[in-house]
């Protein structure tokens, strides 16, 4: 089995800053890829941020300048530093990896998902 437990969600004004972690754990053979989505009551669920394990990383356009994805690959745990919030970035936020796994049918990859964590900027 793989778990992911995210931390760090909570309350803040805009303008504030938060860190969201995220740890993996579980029978894992490798991580692909690690990151943040996010949703907020109404719409749909949504890529904030993702980063592979050779480095390349993605984000919404929203987000870009102000959010900074990171990983800890030793510790199969990634973060979000999120600064200069704002309150539509309001939503819960979601962890989720591509992990890498082995079975009597060889090695196979699926994705999962935490179990969120909300985020919560008031004006």
């Known amino acids: 089995q793989v778990q992911l437990v995210e931390s760090g969600g909570g309350l803040v004004q805009s303008g504030g800053s938060l860190r969201l972690s995220c740890v993996a754990s579980?029978?894992?053979?490798?991580?692909?890829?690690m990151g943040w989505y996010r949703q907020a009551p109404g719409k749909e669920r949504e890529l904030v941020a993702n980063?592979?394990?050779?480095?390349?990383?993605n984000y919404v356009d929203s987000v870009k300048g102000r959010f900074t994805i990171s990983r800890d690959t030793a510790k199969n745990t990634v973060y979000l530093q999120m600064n200069s919030l704002k309150p539509e970035d309001t939503a819960v936020y979601y962890c989720?990896?591509?992990?890498?796994?082995?079975?009597?049918?060889?090695?196979?990859?699926?994705?999962?998902w935490g179990q969120g964590t909300q985020v919560t900027v008031s004006s």
């Open positions: 980063r592979a394990t050779g480095g390349s990383t």
């Open positions: 579980g029978t894992i053979f490798r991580i692909n890829a």
């Open positions: 989720n990896a591509e992990i890498g796994r082995l079975s009597s049918g060889g090695y196979y990859t699926a994705n999962y």
